[in-house]
């Protein structure tokens, strides 16, 4: 089993609120990334990193940010949400240098904005 | 732009039947993974295809990376209740990134 860590895995919260989603991974991986999935939908990247003090914008454009200060950590932050960031935000870490680049995915935090 | 796309987008079999998705890509791909994600779940890796016509399998599961390697199929041996859930397959299309096809949702009927 993967050694990635979502929190809050729930979370309900009104519109303009400021939010942080938490990711932690203990396998010393390089490469984390945040994706966006409507439920039973397609995964969107939205962010990801490369290491330590890299961060690069996804596919999808988002209002949300995310920082890299330790390997382990990768947190998404959420200045003012809306309605529409309503949605499951999944976080994933990789090792490119195996050859394979499989993603390991935590468990998700399903946000509501009402 | 550079796309994965699967089909069916949908498949409802009955247990013991056989499943078979397909993933295409619109350009060359150095590799594709394929992930499965049950209900209410997270994807896991399934496997991932590096070698022109390389079949891979894994018990029921069988993966099959075109001889192009623009394509790819995952076919599934006799159903069971188990194997329901999305299969996406994920090609390195976007420079170092791998995308997400949209996913095939498979359906058990016991």
């Known amino acids: 089993e993967a050694d990635i860590y979502q929190t809050p895995r729930y979370l309900v919260i009104g519109t303009g609120k400021k939010i942080t989603l938490e990711c932690s991974q203990t396998m010393g991986h390089d490469k984390m990334y945040w994706y966006q999935q409507d439920p039973g939908m397609e995964l969107h990247l939205i962010h990801y990193s490369y290491g330590v003090n890299s961060t690069e914008k996804g596919d999808l454009s988002s209002e949300s940010t995310v920082s890299r200060i330790r390997t382990e950590h990768f947190p998404l932050t959420l200045e003012s949400a809306r309605p529409s960031h309503t949605s499951q935000y999944l976080c994933?870490?990789?090792?490119?240098?195996?050859?394979?680049?499989?993603?390991?995915f935590g468990p998700g935090t399903r946000l509501t904005v009402t | 732009g550079q796309q994965v796309m699967q089909i069916p987008q949908y498949q409802h079999v009955q247990e013991g039947e056989d499943f078979t998705t397909y993933c295409n890509s619109s350009t060359t791909l150095s590799n594709i993974q394929w992930y499965k994600q049950r209900p209410g779940g997270h994807p896991v890796f399934l496997i991932q295809?590096?070698?022109?016509?390389e079949v891979k399998k894994q018990k029921r599961l069988t993966f099959q990376f075109g001889e192009a390697k623009k394509n790819s199929s995952l076919h599934i041996t006799a159903t069971q209740t188990t194997d329901v859930g999305t299969y996406f397959c994920a090609g390195p299309l976007d420079g170092q990134n791998f995308v997400f096809g949209p996913g095939t949702r498979l359906s058990v009927l016991p």
């Open positions: 295809l590096v070698k022109s016509g």
């Open positions: 994933a870490s990789s090792d490119p240098w195996t050859g394979n680049d499989e993603q390991y």
